[in-house]
């Protein structure tokens, strides 16, 4: 490893797991505290200016590359679910509520932060565009997993899908964002950024693991498998620099948080509880994947 890019993955990961480590040292020492609160802001105020931020505000990205990566993000998800399905079925696990923390990875917390660091802008761009696709899926097919009932009604009633609609109808038809928006959604989002992170550390802080072996070979199964289809994915539409770089981080994250928030509100708690187990198990061996993902994209896609 080169000492340029060892201190440029420094530079990447350090801030983001810092960050996540404030958030799980408070909640340890304040586990009673209101969580929610946070949460509430991030997904009502900070995610949709971040959103509207790296989307409309953008100067790196159009529409032809939005909605490229938008199909590929479709496709990353299709090709996650049919190896996910198999597994699920190998160890006689419930294949429909316990997909989601396969197929849907940690894109927002984790991904847009490293890929910022990783990639400044640019970077930051695409992967807000895989982002928002992979949050519309938790809100659509995510809800269907958790319930194994289809409803509209979440998707209606989410803020980021709004911001989502007109940034995308300002990217198509070229509209300039006022400044002043720009100003404000870019200090709200970074603001976002760190709530966020600690947000995430704070719910790692309670989560607990249970049925652990099963649960593991999950979890490295969704690590194991995302850089594999990544890769095959930018070789197939002949992706460089930081567009499979981006990819590659994105796609290589650990399960969504959003997963288990789901499947408390509308699976069983056997499911919930085996669905948090693979948030803990996949997020804790981050730490020794995310490092290596984020050297191989910085090495081969700079």
């Known amino acids: 490893m080169s000492l340029d890019v060892f201190l440029k993955l420094i530079e990447v990961i350090f801030p983001v797991f810092f960050i996540i480590g ?7 020492k304040n ?7 946070i949460t509430s802001f991030a997904g009502k105020i900070g ?12 100067s790196t990205l159009n529409f032809h590359t939005f909605i490229k990566f938008g199909f590929i993000t479709f496709l990353l998800v299709g090709c996650f679910a049919i190896i996910g399905i198999i597994i699920l079925k190998i160890l006689r696990r419930d294949i429909v509520s316990e997909l989601s923390p396969i ?20 970077g930051f761009s695409i992967a807000s565009s895989i982002a928002v696709i992979v949050m519309f899926l938790h809100f659509t097919l995510g809800i269907f997993i958790a319930s194994k009932k289809f409803s509209l009604k979440p998707l209606l009633e989410s803020i980021p899908m709004y911001i989502l609609l007109l940034s995308s109808l ?63 994915i930018i ?8 567009e499979a770089g981006v990819l590659l981080i994105c796609a290589s994250m650990p399960s969504a948080i959003l997963n288990f928030l789901l499947a408390k509100m509308y ?24 490092p290596i993902i984020v050297f191989l994209s910085l090495k081969f896609f700079n």
Do not use: H, Q, W
């Not at 404030?22 to 909640?27: E, K, R, S, V």
């Open 235 to 242: 070789k197939y539409f002949k992706l460089t620099g930081y």
């Open 103 to 122: 197929i849907l990875p940690n894109t927002a917390n984790l991904g847009l932060p490293i890929c910022l660091f990783a990639y400044g802008e640019k």
């Open 47 to 58: 995610v949709p200016s971040l959103l509207f931020y790296s989307l409309a505000a953008s």
């Open 22 to 28: 404030i958030g799980y040292l408070f909640g340890k």
């Open 267 to 290: 699976s069983t708690k056997e499911n919930s509880d085996n669905i948090a187990s693979v948030i803990v198990i996949t997020t804790t061996l981050g730490f020794f994947t995310i």
């Open 170 to 232: 300002m990217l198509y038809y070229e509209i300039e964002a006022p400044i002043f928006l720009v100003n404000t959604t870019m200090l709200i989002g970074y603001a976002a950024i760190f709530l966020i992170l600690t947000s995430l550390g704070f719910t790692l802080s309670g989560l607990k693991t249970k049925n652990f072996k099963k649960n593991l070979v999950i979890s490295l199964t969704r690590l194991t498998i995302g850089p594999i289809i990544a890769i095959i």
């Open 31 to 37: 586990p009673n505290f209101n969580n929610g609160i």
